[in-house]
């Protein structure tokens, strides 16, 4: 049996590799998963273990959440997507816990490293390609340079990671210039390359954390910050407009397809009539896309059906009711209560970023189904929200 210092430091190795290989790698990633788990659970200790998971709300909150998914396959009819929506929910049950009780808070610094040079080495790529230096490959094309994902995903963890590096660069009083500078030409760099690809989504979480940011490095005075971010974000955008056609053709074609009847429209549309039918429990884990498809051939047959309305909050609403969405809404609460309380400014200002940022994607899509996103949400949280002064 291992001693528990060299599993300790096994642990450490594996979430510096698993924070690297998060954006790049589905099948890395997930490997480096199994492992850490596998050893989680073989390596004793269970009581401490035990411990830290039910004193945290956070924790009790994401267990949850996934528990009400199970409960909701009593009164789905499509048991076979019913389980494939729970297996993708099953980093709330178990990785979560499992991360959240082997972090060390004086490794915090190079979990973050690790992400931001797996997104450095994406930029590299991204860059290449966009430049026609390389060949294209994978999810990847000249018009929509993002290689180890699509931009659906890609822009929202780009968002996340720009927050990153611009919360170094005004909070961090302890870099000095030349650090300084390579995180601002990093941070604008990823600025850039968010408008080359075609996130809406992730475009639309950028303008957030920017006049997040503003509202965090003015202490939250809301006049004055409302007054600042009324003079950049406006300004960005124009620029981004002006200077880039991929995010020109996007606003121009939202523009058009809000005009001319959004898919995405329809699918909000369709699905509020499956939730005022089953408000308070839902039509059941696996059974969106049935319900779906009823309503959509009276409401609008020549539309297409859909399994994802492309809003979280919808999906979850339709499938679990009002009690599905209040446990989810609780894991959010709890994050931000964590995080103004807490004493460290960065640490802080992540928390509060992390579930305000997912708070404004969610609008967008599913984002705590998809693999990356999910994993970006679980494998921050479980180390912004733990509080390693209690244990």
Known sequence: MLEK?????????????????????????????????????????????????VNSKIMIASIIFFLIHLIGLIWTEDLAWGLHIVHKMWYFLLLL???YTVVKQEHIRYYIF??????????????????EIIAPFKNANI???TPFMTHVSFNPILAFAIYLVLNEVLFNKKLNRYQLVLLILFAIAMSFNMFLTLGRAGQLGFFFVIALLIFQYI????????????????SIFI??????????????????????????????????EIIKENMFLGVG???FPVEYKK?????????????NPHNMYVLVAAQLGLLGLMSMFSIFYQQLLFAWKSKNELMKNIGIALPTLFLVLMLGDSYLLGHYTSLLFVFFSSFIYRDFEKN
Do not use: H, M
């Not at 202490?219 to 406006?234: E, G, N």
């Not at 053709?249 to 699918?267: E, H, K, W």
């Not at 051939?297 to 297409?304: A, C, H, T």
């Open 5 to 53: 210092t060299a599993i300790d430091k096994i642990y450490q190795y594996l979430l510096i590799i698993l924070a690297f290989l998060l954006p790049l790698t589905v099948f890395g990633a997930n490997l480096i998963i199994v492992i850490i788990v596998l050893l989680w659970l073989f390596s004793g200790n269970y009581l401490a273990k035990y411990d830290l998971i």
């Open 97 to 99: 816990p499992v991360l």
């Open 114 to 131: 690790s992400f931001l040079l797996a997104i450095f080495l994406t930029e590299i790529l991204s860059y290449l390609i966009w430049f």
């Open 143 to 145: 018009f929509d340079p």
């Open 219 to 234: 202490k939250y005075q809301k006049i004055k910050s409302l007054l600042v971010i009324c003079l950049v974000i406006p």
């Open 239 to 272: 620029l981004a407009y002006q200077a880039s056609p991929y995010f020109q053709l996007r606003i121009d074609s939202t523009i058009n397809a809000l005009s001319n009847g959004d898919p995405r429209l329809t699918f909000a549309i369709n699905s509020w």
């Open 285 to 287: 884990t696996g059974d």
């Open 295 to 307: 309503i959509n051939s009276i409401k609008s047959p020549n539309s297409p059906n859909a399994t």
